[in-house]
């Protein structure tokens, strides 16, 4: 019975410090409770956002969004397309872009400021986002909401926030289902990789991109109408010289 009571007293001391250290370190852990927000960390864990994943990380953006988290109090805002947006995509439409357009494309997602699903309401449009330097009419973004439903049109792509993927009260993510394709990027272009050219000086299709088959359908136009001048100008000849 004796030998027992300094073990007694040890229990309690050691009982003592668990209860101290965990009561101590409570209130930092609770409200970030892993650290600095990870974005990839976020869209990994809710799944189906594969693809937006691998061009966050390719355009550095995933990157960027963290910093700008943890420098800001302003918050963020992502509009996450899942990966049935991306491969509901034409063929082509992501190749046809350079690295510099394709990390507007993805920061035209993002929206610097946390806005929660009743927020959108007091939105005034075209809403800024991380693409077009700050500029909100280079790259526009509309917003029309009315209680939770939140439409999204971008001049070329209407959709809608299809749910919500994270909140935290400082950085929002709700998922589209489709990728939200800036005028600027997309507007002026054919909305499908144009059809092969029917000229065969540019036979070498596959490596050519968007423009460049948007400027040969032109030259295939300009060979058609010479064909029908040189034609006339053979049925001309020909009647001629049956005189
Ligand atoms: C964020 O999470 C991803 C995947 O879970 C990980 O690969 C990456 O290193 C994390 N980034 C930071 C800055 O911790
Ligand atoms: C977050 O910001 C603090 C200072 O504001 C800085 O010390 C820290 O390194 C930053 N962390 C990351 C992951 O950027
Ligand atoms: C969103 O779009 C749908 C379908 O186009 C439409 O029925 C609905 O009224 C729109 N909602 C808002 C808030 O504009
Ligand atoms: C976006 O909203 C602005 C301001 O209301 C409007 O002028 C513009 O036409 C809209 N664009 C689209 C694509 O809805
Ligand atoms: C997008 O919706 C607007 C009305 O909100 C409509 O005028 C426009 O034609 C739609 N565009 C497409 C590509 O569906």
Redesign the pocket.
Known sequence: MIMMKPLFYLSLIILFFIHFSTTVAQPAAAPAPS??T?V??IL?KAGQFSLLIRLMKATAVA?QI?HQLNDTNNGMTLFAPSDNAFNSLSTGTLNSLSDEQKMALVQFHVIPTYISLSQFQTLSNPISTNAGDSSRYKYPLNVTSYGNSVNISTGITNTSVSGTVYTDGQFAVYQVDQVLLPWDLFGAKPPAPAPAPANPKKKKADDVDDTTLAASGDLSIKVAMQNVVLFGLAMVAATMFSL
């Open positions: 650290g600095p990870n990839t960390k990994e990157d963290d």
